[in-house]
């Protein structure tokens, strides 16, 4: 019972906070995936936890046929309402990232921008075997979040997590920074094993 109150009031929290302030939704593509399709050839993509819809409308612009998903209803109809006005081809569901069974394409790349970091050990394990089943072969994960540390309480990409992750992803790299100068943060680049 303690898990579904926890994701109903995190739902209910991030579209209340979409009628407001929403730090995590910049509106700018970042540098990292401006240069990973500067330099790499048009394919699939899903974005997890696309918001508004920044990143899939860049890479719908650079020819990809991409797919977001989000489970905040304000951040849909936004994002919705963007592709419109942008006039690109693009897709974005309301839908929660742990549940993509609906989705039976591969895709080249995976994105995630401050979302898995949100998520609970459960909902880690279920978001990586999804990871895993919906990456095509040779695909690209890209992911950024909070770092967490060991001592904290909080929400963010462990140690741990990296192991899991790279227990069924090869680690291409990793980018330590900070968030707005206040969290350490993380970026990193998977690839799942050719066949």
């Known amino acids: ?18 009628l407001w302030d929403t730090p995590w939704d910049t509106g700018e593509t970042p540098p990292e995936l401006v240069e990973f399709v500067k330099n790499s050839q048009p394919g699939k993509a899903l974005d997890l936890g696309a918001g508004s819809g920044t990143n899939i409308i860049a890479l719908a612009k650079a020819s990809w046929e991409v797919i977001g998903i989000d489970y905040a209803l304000i951040a849909v ?3 919705k309402n963007k592709i419109k006005r942008e006039g690109v081809d693009a897709k974005i569901y309301l839908h929660d990232v742990t549940h993509l069974d ?3 394409m591969e895709f080249d790349l995976v994105l995630d921008i401050g979302c898995f970091h949100n998520l609970s050990p459960n909902e880690k394990e279920q978001y990586r075997k999804n990871l895993y089943r919906v990456l ?3 695909g690209i994960f890209l992911i950024y979040g909070f770092q967490k540390k060991r ?5 963010g990409i462990s140690e741990t997590d990296i192991d899991y992750f790279s227990q069924i992803l090869n680690l291409f790299s990793i980018e330590h920074g900070t968030e707005r100068g206040l969290r350490d943060s993380v970026w990193l680049k998977f690839q799942k094993a050719r066949e």
Request: charged share 20%.
């Open 1 to 18: 019972m303690g898990g579904m109150l926890r994701k109903c009031f995190r739902w209910l929290s991030f579209n209340l906070r979409y």
């Open 77 to 79: 109809i936004t994002a």
């Open 102 to 104: 609906f989705l039976s």
């Open 136 to 138: 095509k072969p040779g």
């Open 151 to 155: 001592d904290e309480n909080w929400s």
